[in-house]
């Protein structure tokens, strides 16, 4: 269409040149809203560099609270990946915690103080010979509840002819007159009397090195700062039985009252001893009181 001036009768073709332009314009900028407004929401809000992602996933994992920053329902995959990281950070600090755990529920520092003698001896105490080892502490914060028991093993035939590997008896042992409860304060000797029921009755020292036998020594107790229960064990062989000696005194007097020498702790001193074994010892001991 071709505009004329009524003035000066010339054809305007500006003024359409002009109006078309106003057209695109406008056509243009409702392209731009319906796009702007057509546009997806981010998959998760003020997160748009490497340290705000870090700080998304350390608020998911450890349950802190999202504060601004949250996910959004328009990627399935940022969801999936988010369900993924939660369910391995809480394996990851479950298997933590159980190593913890385990670690706390087995104090090996602690047993490595709990210190057994590298030899038993026999020797007469009280008038009987007595199977005697030493048990020690050496930590100045003690162990409680202690509880000393001591079995005998050995090979045995039952009377139908069934070989029993590594029969067990149990010995009795204690120290001093308190049994198998033990005040470990300090170093103390634990007492097996060779008694009639002593599977060691029957045997002179001949017989122990000749015989294939093992003493296994357990000490039960309970440590005072984490209250849970520890087991030492040891063992002796005949081979690291001493007949006829018997432990040096390693608790001396000070200012501060008793002190043990740890030093001394295996020291062992010969002393006179029958070289017969409990039975004949016994029959000995009985014909000289008669006598």
């Not at 990851?92 to 159980?98: C, L």
Request: net charge negative; proline share 3%.
């Amino acid at each position: 269409m071709i505009l004329i001036n009524e003035s000066n009768g010339i054809p305007e073709t500006t003024n359409c040149i002009d109006a078309q332009e106003d057209i695109n314009t406008l056509e243009l900028m409702n392209i731009e809203q319906k796009r702007s407004s057509a546009k997806t929401e981010p998959c998760v809000t003020l997160v748009d560099n490497l340290v705000s992602a870090f700080l998304f996933s350390v608020e998911s994992q450890y349950t802190t609270g999202y504060g601004s920053r949250s996910p959004t329902t328009e990627c399935p995959e940022t969801v999936f990946i988010l369900t993924i990281q939660c369910i391995f950070g809480v394996v990851f600090q479950s298997v933590m915690i159980g190593f913890v755990f385990t670690k706390i529920c087995r104090p090996k520092g602690r047993l490595q103080a709990i210190l057994f003698s590298e030899k038993a001896v026999i020797c007469c105490r009280d008038g009987a010979l007595c199977l005697m080892f030493r048990l020690g502490d050496e930590r100045k914060s003690h162990v409680i509840d202690c509880k000393i028991r001591a079995w005998f093993l050995q090979h045995a035939v039952s009377t139908e002819g069934e070989i029993l590997l590594h029969h067990q008896k149990k010995l009795k042992v204690s120290v001093d007159e308190g049994g198998e409860d033990i005040f470990l304060l300090w170093p103390v000797t634990v007492v097996h009397k060779i008694d009639i029921d002593s599977p060691f009755y029957n045997m002179s020292p001949e017989d122990i090195h000749s015989t294939k036998f093992e003493v296994v020594t357990t000490l039960v107790c309970t440590t005072d700062t984490t209250g849970r229960l520890t087991e030492a064990r040891c063992s002796y062989t005949p081979n690291e039985i001493l007949w006829g000696h018997r432990f040096r005194n390693i608790i001396t007097s000070c200012d501060d009252g008793l002190e043990a020498d740890y030093g001394l702790f295996n020291c062992t001193e010969p002393v006179d001893t029958t070289k017969c074994s409990a039975r004949r010892f016994t029959e000995i001991s009985r014909l000289k009181s008669e006598s």
